[in-house]
């Protein structure tokens, strides 16, 4: 079974989501035959590159909300972090472009380093503080050695815009097409869809509910067709 995850590492419930997805599926009796597909979504496409704000005075001006309700709403944040056994600083963090890392998820992702990317993103967004939108590619490329992917070959992709931007636009082209207007967003074997960061025993349910529903392969055999199998094939008798 496939489950694929949209979400962006400037995603704070994208962090928290992760966390509970993971717990179900630790739990999960099938867990070894369930692969996990991180796909791109970006919450600020807009956003030069070279933008980057305090999360503060971001979300004062995206949401219209007061600075004490902004600051108000990360410790609460933090707090949700924090059960789930996550590091979340609530204060003095920033807010950037995230296609560069979108691009490097999907390098890694042909490397089989995905999922240890993302994490390391995560971490390195919400619980650390350098940051990972000022200090500028070799961060990156940092981020991207210590999960375990050659320093050359990041600094490579990173150099060059146009790697791995088809992939990251065919991820954001496909969430809107599954109606995804917000992350994280889990699609489940492309027949459910679980929106925001649940509890994880909605994921637990949804994961149990999929596997279950699986539709058995339906034969189509006339008889009589010749075919090749481990001991050879059949030779037709005449």
């Known amino acids: ?24 599926l630790e739990a999960f009796p099938h867990r070894d035959q369930v692969e996990v597909v991180h796909r791109s979504f970006e919450l600020d496409p807009g956003r030069a590159k070279g933008d980057v704000e305090p999360v503060i005075k971001m979300l004062t001006k995206k949401y219209g909300m007061s600075e004490a309700q902004a600051r108000a709403g990360e410790e609460n944040l933090g707090a949700q972090a924090a059960a789930e056994g996550l590091d979340y600083r609530t204060r003095d963090r920033d807010h950037g472009n995230t ?48 999960a375990g992917l050659d320093a050359d070959a ?4 990173l150099a060059d815009p146009a790697a791995y931007a088809d992939e990251v ?9 599954l109606g995804a207007n917000g992350v994280p967003f889990f699609v489940l074997d492309r027949a ?10 909605v994921f637990a349910q949804a994961l149990t509910r999929a596997w279950g529903d699986r539709s058995p392969l339906k034969l189509i055999d ?11 094939c059949a030779v037709p008798q005449h």
């Open 222 to 232: 006339e008889g009589g067709a010749q075919a090749c199998g481990p001991d050879g």
């Open 154 to 157: 990041a600094r490579k992709v």
């Open 169 to 177: 636009r065919a991820d954001e082209r496909e969430a809107a097409q």
């Open 99 to 146: 296609f560069d890392m979108h691009r490097l998820l999907h390098f890694a992702k042909e490397q089989g380093r995905q999922d240890e990317l993302i994490q390391i993103l995560y971490r390195a967004n919400f619980a650390e503080e350098r940051s990972v939108f000022t200090e500028g590619e070799e961060r990156l490329v940092e981020l991207a050695v210590e």
């Open 192 to 201: 459910y869809g679980v929106s925001g960061a649940q509890p994880a025993e």
């Open 1 to 24: 079974m496939r489950v694929e995850i949209w979400s962006d590492i400037a995603c704070p419930w994208c962090y928290v989501g992760k966390a509970r997805f993971e717990k179900a």
